[in-house]
């Protein structure tokens, strides 16, 4: 995302619009599945929910900010959560028996036969990961690249060296690296 938001810039772009909130409402990961019932389908987005402050909307700010464009988040405007979240959970879940994957519902809205939003192979392909969907050999490069920097003894004292939120693989220890070298203070070493 920070790398997008760079070339997104590069363009002349000022304001994006991005689908955050989307999958913690409409239950769109790919674990969701798994839920048993309605009432436990529901349990999980609300958690979702509370806690994306802390992972996807954070990152989304931080890596938009960072080259000065400026994000939208329509599915996380507090009167649509309100209407969303008050859907019966049980026309989010998803049931293949039923040709519902995930999202069906707030998929199902923008299915419009006259006048299309989008191409049906798009609007019901499978979800996939945000990193996931621009291909997995870079990722797996990243990988590779913190292996090489960072050493089984430096992970062995990472209990040491970061005490806070301790990196427990070298890929999350080699940005933690990257992250303090930039931001040292210990206000934004709390916010890791």
């Given at each position: 995302?920070?790398q ?8 002349g772009?000022?304001?994006v ?12 990961y ?10 436990e389908?529901h ?11 802390q992972?996807?909307?954070l990152?989304?700010?931080k890596?938009?900010?960072a080259w000065?464009?400026e994000?939208r988040?329509?599915f996380l405007?507090?009167?649509f ?10 026309w989010?879940?998803?049931r293949?028996?039923?040709?519902r994957?995930?999202?069906?519902i ?7 036969e006259?006048q299309p939003?989008?191409?049906?192979h ?7 990961q945000?990193?996931?969907g621009?291909?997995?050999s870079?990722i797996?490069g ?6 090489s920097?960072?050493s ?8 040491f ?9 070298k ?9 303090e ?5 210990s206000s ?5």
């Amino acid at each position: 995302m920070f790398q997008m938001s760079r070339k997104i810039k590069a363009l002349g772009v000022k304001m994006v619009i991005s689908g955050e909130g989307a999958d913690e409402i409409f239950g769109g990961y790919l674990y969701f599945h798994k839920a048993p019932n309605k009432e436990e389908f529901h349990q999980e987005t609300c958690r979702k929910i509370k806690a994306l402050h802390q992972y996807d909307c954070l990152r989304a700010n931080k890596a938009t900010s960072a080259w000065g464009l400026e994000v939208r988040v329509p599915f996380l405007d507090k009167e649509f959560i309100d209407e969303a979240m008050s859907i019966d959970p049980e026309w989010k879940m998803i049931r293949p028996d039923l040709g519902r994957i995930e999202k069906w519902i707030l998929r199902k809205a923008f299915d419009d036969e006259e006048q299309p939003f989008l191409p049906k192979h798009i609007l019901y392909r499978q979800k996939e990961q945000f990193s996931d969907g621009v291909g997995y050999s870079w990722i797996d490069g990243l990988k590779d690249h913190a292996a090489s920097n960072v050493s089984d003894k430096m992970m062995s004292n990472a209990k040491f060296i970061y005490p806070h939120n301790t990196p427990t693989t070298k890929e999350a220890y080699y940005y933690r690296m990257i992250f303090e070298r930039y931001f040292p203070q210990s206000s934004a070493i709390l916010t890791v």
